[in-house]
């Protein structure tokens, strides 16, 4: 089965910087299309982000464009989300999501494989 660990995230200060990590338990990581989702207290799980399994190609909410960066390293079986110019809007548990094949989807409910949660929360 797929397991996937979240690490990275803590409290910070409104401005600063954040790196969320995801190490997969697959056998060829490459196969699944990844993203990030966030829960904040009272609002729906949303996306954040997403990546392709096979041309890496990026997807981002309006929310998060251009402070948010998605990556993957295939070879550590990684996922990363580097952000940057973090807002207190930003507090929420962040998850990533595992999709084998197929692109990024936006929606929860295409993704079967799902980590614990890490905690963002970001001070004004």
């Known amino acids: 089965q797929v397991q996937l660990v979240e690490s990275g995230g803590g409290l910070v200060q409104a401005g600063g910087s954040l790196r969320l990590s995801c190490v997969a338990s697959?056998?060829?990581?490459?196969?699944?299309?990844m993203a990030w989702f966030r829960h904040a207290p009272g609002k729906k799980r949303e996306f954040v982000s997403g990546i392709d399994s096979s041309d890496g190609n990026t997807y981002y909410a309006d929310s998060v464009k251009g402070r948010f960066t998605i990556s993957r390293d295939n070879a550590k079986k990684t996922l990363s989300l580097q952000m940057n110019s973090l807002k207190p809007e930003d507090t929420a548990v962040y998850y990533c999501?595992?999709?084998?094949?197929?692109?990024?989807?936006?929606?929860?409910?295409?993704?079967?494989?799902w980590g614990q949660g890490t905690q963002v929360t970001v001070s004004s």
């Open positions: 697959v056998r060829t990581f490459s196969f699944y299309a």
């Open positions: 999501a595992a999709r084998y094949g197929g692109p990024w989807s936006q929606n929860r409910w295409d993704y079967a494989y």
